[in-house]
C-alpha cells in the first residue's frame, strides 16, 4: 500500500464461478477506502467483511462505483444500510444500479473531469461505457479501477507485458479495441502509486509503468 496513513486497501472475496465470468476465487477484489471516500464494494457476498473493515477505520462518508461491473457495487446496500454515504456513479453506468437494486440511486453522476473530493475522474469508455478511474496528481495517486489490471492478475488480457500494468481481458470488455484505445487518457499523468482491483497496488513508478503500458500497445501521445 502506499505509505499514507489514510489509504487502506481492503482485500475481499470472489464467488467461485466459471473461469469465463470470473477470475480464479483465490485472487482477492481490492476496494480502497482513502479517507472518507471508498471506492468499491465488492461482492455482496463480503458484505460483513467489508462492513467489519470500514468500521474499524471509521466510516465511511462517499462510495465512488467506478463502473457497472457487480464486483464494484455488489454490497453497496449493506453499505448505505450501515453508513448511509453519499452514492457517485459515473454517468455512462447509471443504469446498472435500477437493474439490479431498484430502489437504490446515485446521489451523483459523474462526467469526464469532474472532481470527487481530491480526486479528477477521468473516462475511459470500453471495459464499460462509463468506466471511469480516479487521479489525485498532488499526492501523485491513480485509483485505477478495471482500467488497467496487474500484469499478473487471472484479469489481465493476454500479451507480452513489458511492465508490472496490462490492460483487461477482452472476454472482460464491452469493447477491448475501443477500451485500449482510450488508454491514452491515462498518459502524462504525474503519479507514483496505481490502486488497482484486480492484482497488487502499484507503488512507486506509476507514470513509467502506465507509458511502459502505452508502447506495448503501440499507442502514441505527446504532452
Known amino acids: 500500500m502506499p505509505a499514507s496513513d489514510d489509504v487502506h486497501r481492503i482485500d475481499l472475496p470472489r464467488p467461485d464461478l466459471p473461469a469465463y465470468l470470473t477470475a480464479s476465487p483465490d485472487e ?3 476496494c480502497h477506502l482513502i479517507g472518507d471516500t471508498l ?3 465488492g461482492y455482496a457476498l463480503s458484505a460483513d467483511r467489508l462492513l467489519e ?4 477505520l471509521g466510516g465511511v ?8 461491473d457487480t464486483d464494484h457495487y455488489g454490497a453497496l446496500p449493506q453499505v448505505l444500510e450501515q453508513f448511509d454515504p453519499e452514492v457517485v456513479v459515473p454517468d455512462g453506468d447509471q443504469a446498472f444500479l435500477q437493474r439490479t437494486y431498484a430502489d437504490l440511486a446515485a446521489d451523483c453522476l459523474l462526467a469526464d473531469g469532474d472532481q470527487v473530493g481530491d480526486f479528477r475522474a477521468i473516462r475511459v469508455r470500453g471495459h464499460t461505457y462509463g468506466n471511469t478511474s ?4 498532488d499526492r501523485g495517486l491513480l485509483v485505477a479501477g478495471d ?5 499478473d492478475s487471472d484479469i489481465a488480457g493476454a500479451g507480452e507485458w513489458s511492465g508490472p500494468l496490462a490492460p483487461p481481458a477482452d472476454r472482460f470488455n464491452v469493447d ?6 482510450n488508454l491514452v487518457a491515462l498518459a502524462g499523468l504525474d503519479v507514483e502509486d496505481v490502486l488497482l482491483t484486480h492484482g497488487a497496488d502499484l507503488e512507486g513508478g506509476g507514470a513509467d509503468a502506465i507509458d511502459r503500458l502505452l508502447g506495448d500497445l503501440g499507442l502514441h501521445w505527446e504532452l
Open 28 to 30: 482477492p477484489i481490492g
Open 39 to 41: 471506492f468499491g464494494t
Open 53 to 56: 473493515r470500514l468500521g474499524n
Open 61 to 68: 462518508a462517499r462510495v465512488v462505483v467506478e463502473h457497472e
Open 134 to 137: 480516479f487521479v489525485d496528481e
Open 147 to 151: 482500467t488497467v489490471v496487474r500484469a
Open 176 to 181: 477491448t479495441e475501443r477500451a485500449r484505445a
